[in-house]
């Protein structure tokens, strides 16, 4: 019976491992970063769910800093007017009119 041991307990660490990878990434994911959530309960198994709730990739706020949820079209901080690339949805460009309580203006398209 000694010869199953191994055998069992390596069964556990995978069984145990790949939760961690499902967890790791889907802790990344909330944050825009289930790749490298991935990656990281990948190589690391509980560690990376530990490291995955360190990751943000969600852009910063130019103005305050604060991370900001893709597409949101008003930083939730500060309220600065945001504007999103469609090319690469993780580059912002800003909207920087310092009145912020102006209505929206009429924009002209390029
Ligand atoms: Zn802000």
Not at 95 to 108: G, I, L, R, T
């Amino acid at each position: 019976m000694e010869d199953t041991l191994p055998l069992l307990a390596f069964i556990v660490t995978f069984i145990v491992w790949f939760f961690c990878v499902a967890a790791a990434g889907e802790i990344g994911g909330q944050r825009e970063s289930g790749g490298m959530g991935f990656m990281f309960g990948l190589l690391f198994g509980p560690l990376g769910v530990i490291m995955a709730g360190f990751l943000d990739g969600r852009q910063r706020c130019p103005r305050c800093g604060e991370r900001v949820n893709r597409g949101y079209s008003l930083c939730p901080h500060c309220g600065l007017s945001l504007t999103w690339t469609k090319v690469n949805p993780r580059i912002m460009i800003v909207n920087d009119v310092s009145e912020a309580a102006d209505p929206p203006a009429q924009e002209n398209s390029r």
